[in-house]
């Protein structure tokens, strides 16, 4: 692993020789620029060297770093070229891909993708993570990660596929025991099926034609796992906070009915998520490709439900 983070390091440090600056070389990477920065920290800590001059108005080369550059570019062309068909010039995906997505995002949306993507390549092999704990995509060595609402972790490369909506759903049962008038001023006095999954368990921000409401929770139940809160809520027993592709197909079958309808909640992005690297292998970008088209094909058909409260 030491092996492979030296390698990256070469490529952070000739980004920022190119660009001129961390901040482009950020920009070019899809990273923070901290992390750039830290990285070629560590890379002239284990030479040993300073390699770049730095003033508050630009990143100058030492004479130490001109000629590592001249050495480095060497080193990351001839890894490139040793990628062959499983980087950047692969015509066709080959291997095993390995990713991870969260619980309820992977069964209802990346099973199918991956059927699709099976199909049209046939000498591929997937092992899939659906889980919703985050995974260390570097440590685990995981080849790709698909993360659902807010990105947190900036030392990884991603690239926005779609946006999630968050909706109130309850039973059709418990919807019809709500006051004809309830609405996010009254939600902390109503009985709510936590999901410790999504931002916000605590609090959450309504919002309608300029008008915000930023209210507490009174969740009767807590669950860990988002699956584990939509079988709660199906049964009745208070009403739930769900992304859009969780319960639309519910909503139009009628076996949830969606609550608050004028209100909005923040929304969230899927985002597939990738290890630092120049380029990407064929087998994820094939794989991404058809999880972007399917994101389209959602947000084209997105299903927006009648709501028995507004």
């Known amino acids: 692993m030491a092996d492979l983070l030296n390698l990256n390091r070469l490529v952070y440090f000739t980004t920022v020789m ?8 950020a920009d070019r990477l899809g990273v923070a620029k901290a992390v750039v920065s830290h990285q070629v920290g560590r890379l002239e800590e284990e030479l040993g060297a300073t390699l770049l001059r730095r003033t ?7 004479e130490d770093g001109r ?21 950047h010039g692969a015509v066709e995906p080959s291997g095993t891909l390995k990713l991870t997505a969260p619980l309820d995002y992977g069964t209802r949306v990346v099973a199918p993708v991956m059927a699709a993507y099976l199909k049209a390549y046939p000498q591929m092999r997937v092992e899939a993570n659906f889980d919703d704990a985050v995974s260390n995509l570097v440590d685990e060595q995981i080849d790709l990660g ?6 947190t972790d900036s030392s ?8 999630i909506r968050q909706i109130v759903v309850a039973s059709p049962a418990f919807a019809a025991s709500l006051p004809a008038d309830a609405n996010p001023n009254q939600a902390r006095s109503l009985a709510w099926v936590g999901n410790a999954q999504l931002r916000g368990v605590g609090q ?5 034609e300029g008008e915000t409401v930023l209210t507490e929770l009174n969740p009767v139940v807590v669950c860990d796992k988002s699956p584990a809160a939509y079988a709660c809520v199906l049964a009745g027993i208070g009403l739930g906070i769900f992304p859009d592709y969780a319960v639309d197909e519910d909503i139009v079958a ?10 909005a909640l923040p929304t969230g992005g899927i985002h597939a998520v990738f290890p ?3 380029f990407r292998p064929a087998k994820v970008r094939a794989f991404v490709e058809l999880l972007a088209a399917a994101e389209r094909r959602r947000a084209r058909g997105n299903v927006r439900g009648d709501a028995v409260h507004s």
């Open 156 to 163: 990884n490369q991603a690239r926005r596929l779609g946006t």
């Open 276 to 278: 630092p690297a120049r």
């Open 146 to 151: 698909i993360r659902v609402g807010w990105l």
């Open 67 to 87: 000629l590592f550059y001249d050495r480095a570019m060497i080193i990351l062309r001839e890894a490139e070229a040793a990628y062959g068909e499983i980087s």
């Open 18 to 25: 190119e660009t001129g600056s961390f901040t482009s070389a």
């Open 204 to 208: 959450w921000l309504f919002s309608r």
């Open 254 to 263: 009628g076996r949830l009915v969606r609550i608050f309808a004028q209100w």
């Open 56 to 62: 508050t108005r630009r990143v100058t080369p030492t």
